[in-house]
């Protein structure tokens, strides 16, 4: 499976203020996943990254408090923005495996936990 | 839309019996079932899927899995539990059915403990 690297892996920030995560693979991705865990909670797709084109959002996730950037096959950056505490996730990147078929699992970086002041 | 419940907040067993973590689902379309697991401060870990075929699965760690169309459900099940499998495990299903393509919805964890 593909190595993910997630950076940074936790971050404390202050309100108001945005950070950005990278998430680089050691192979070319057509797609990549961005994620949200809240404290004590389960995973909720933010948005999908396809390289050359503008993400698409889920529901509930705006462009302007999650702008994403998708340079190139192997490399992706989520961006929270103007953050408040319930911005405190862990933040998740992940890819799809079986060759990027539906069938494929998800495979998954370690995650940035990021705790906003 | 699909759905995924994972009744139990968290399974207590003792090292060495079996262990079951249940996991039941929503979709229009034909399933596609994984179980992944988390450990305390680390991204999610692939255990196994099922697709199609054998409704059996048997995936990573020992771990096994069995599909049940008729019940709806995908429970994780290991034989002889260890107390390194203390872990969040998340129940997770696909259904193209729905459109949802790519889209993997997960349950809400369930904490599972190992003692000894």
């Known amino acids: 499976s593909a190595v993910i690297s997630q950076k940074p892996s936790r971050d404390i920030c202050q309100r108001g203020t945005s950070l950005t995560i990278q998430c680089q693979v050691d192979?070319?991705?057509?797609?990549m996943f961005w994620y949200r865990q809240q404290p004590g909670q389960s995973l909720t797709l933010i948005a999908t990254a396809n390289q050359g084109s503008e993400a698409t959002y889920e529901s509930g996730f705006v462009i302007d408090k999650f702008p994403i950037s998708r340079p190139n096959l192997t490399f992706s950056t989520l961006t929270v923005s103007n953050m408040s505490p319930e911005d405190s996730s862990i933040y998740l990147c992940?890819?799809?495996?079986?060759?990027?078929?539906?069938?494929?699992?998800?495979?998954f970086g370690e995650g940035s936990r990021l705790t906003v002041l | 839309a699909q759905s995924v419940a994972q009744p139990e907040d968290q399974v207590n067993v003792a090292e060495g019996n079996p262990l079951t973590v249940k996991c039941t689902y929503s979709v229009s379309g034909n399933p596609y079932l994984f179980w992944y697991v988390q450990y305390p401060n680390r991204g999610l870990q692939f255990l196994l899927k099922?697709?199609?075929?054998?409704?059996l699965v048997k995936g990573s760690y020992g771990f096994e899995a069995e599909f049940n169309k008729s019940q709806t459900s995908f429970h994780l099940k290991k034989p002889s539990a260890l107390v390194s499998d203390s872990a969040l495990y998340f129940c997770a299903v696909r259904s193209l059915g729905t459109g949802g393509g790519n889209k993997l919805t997960f349950g809400t964890g369930t904490q599972l403990k190992v003692e000894l």
């Open positions: 992940s890819i799809l495996g079986g060759a990027g078929s539906n069938t494929g699992e998800l495979f």
């Open positions: 099922y697709i199609t075929g054998d409704n």
């Open positions: 192979s070319q991705v057509t797609m």
